[in-house]
């Protein structure tokens, strides 16, 4: 008689939980085995907004806990950023609710950002959302993030100027600081096909009133797709770009990382020295990409300042006389030819 394999996974006994349409099941299939391999049977966060994404995430965490035996939150962030955002949170609950899917609302009680509005929600989200999950011991949050996301990051940062970082793919596992790890399961998911799975299930979802606002940047590269569509450039071949510079950025990272053991000491958290030979030793690319990386690090935030402040950073530090400089939450200063990188001590409103 044979041995058993005793690595076989063995899930939790429960009856239809698995969705009964052909093609849902594939796509929840798709999710479930690409969860297993990060999640496994470990906690984990769900971030829920309302929209047809999230809510087709709420949909499969729900299912997959429910055979796996996790232990899942899904929660809902409240911006406040705009009138009506708490009743908007409450909808959401109720849609869930119905579903028997338990959520909690968290709400942002600090000041309301009035400038840059979309990336301060968007920090302020993630803000919110790690916080909770280190008070809960979670270590995984999982995000809504679609290929359609995916696209339009690309041709956002096309359009500001990015480097090789910034155009290259988001990742499906990235660490967003040292307790909290950021699961993406469905960038190789279309937008339209996550609509119909929650159609098909909620039979509803809320619809962002930001999304028709021209002012966004992102509203209005979803117009500038339509016309590029036409012209030729269809999703295929966006992705194989996107896929491409993706390549070319893991080459130069392996670089990069040996730059930051060459040059660079973290004394401990909270600050980092750094050889000025880095500057005049490397390529331009590997010392932004090394800049980029340490002031992540050091402020403890997953997105580093914006491209044209890191590069006039290192232009300044290039100079005989720099002053001492803050940005994206860190000191920065210079002293017998090392540059000392440490966290700015900021009050933050809860």
Not at 54 to 73: D, Q
Not at 120 to 137: G, P
Not at 281 to 292: L, M, N, Q, R, T
């Amino acid at each position: 008689m044979k041995r058993k394999n005793l690595a076989v996974r063995k899930k939790v006994k429960n009856k239809n939980t698995a969705p009964q349409d052909k093609k849902i099941l594939d796509f929840y299939k798709k999710f479930e085995s690409y969860i297993f391999k990060k999640i496994k049977r470990k906690s984990f966060a769900a971030a829920v907004s309302g929209g047809a994404d999230s809510l087709c995430l709420a949909y499969f965490s729900k299912i997959y806990s429910s055979e796996n035996g996790n232990k899942i939150c899904v929660l809902i962030v409240d911006h406040g950023l705009r009138k009506g955002s708490n009743k908007e949170a409450l909808k959401v609950q109720k849609i869930l609710k119905k579903k028997n899917i338990k959520s909690e609302i968290l709400r942002w009680k600090g000041e309301v950002p009035t400038k840059n509005i979309q990336k301060n929600a968007r920090d302020l989200r993630y803000l919110l959302l790690s916080k909770y999950c280190l008070k809960k011991n979670i270590k995984y949050l999982i995000t809504g993030h679609h290929e359609d996301d995916q696209i339009e990051n690309f041709f956002i940062r096309l359009l500001r100027g990015s480097g090789l970082s910034g155009l290259s793919a988001m990742s499906t596992n990235v660490k967003y600081n040292n307790s909290l790890k950021i699961i993406r399961p469905f960038l190789s998911f279309k937008k339209k096909d996550l609509q119909n799975v929650t159609l098909n299930y909620f039979k509803t979802y809320i619809k962002d009133p930001s999304n028709k606002q021209k002012k966004f940047l992102r509203v209005r590269v979803r117009e500038y797709r339509k016309t590029m569509e036409k012209e030729g450039l269809d999703t295929k071949k966006i992705i194989k770009t996107v896929a491409n510079l993706t390549s070319a950025n893991e080459a130069l990272s392996f670089y990069k990382n040996k730059a930051l053991h060459k040059y660079s000491s973290f004394i401990s958290k909270n600050k980092c020295l750094i050889n000025k030979k880095l500057l005049s030793d490397e390529a331009g690319e590997i010392v932004f990409k090394s800049f980029s990386e340490i002031l992540s690090n050091i402020s403890g935030t997953y997105y580093p300042p914006r491209s044209k402040k890191i590069i006039s950073l290192i232009e300044r530090l290039k100079e005989k006389h720099f002053n001492k400089s803050t940005l994206g939450g860190c000191i920065i200063e210079e002293k017998d030819n090392l540059i000392s990188i440490s966290k700015e001590n900021r009050k933050v409103s809860r």
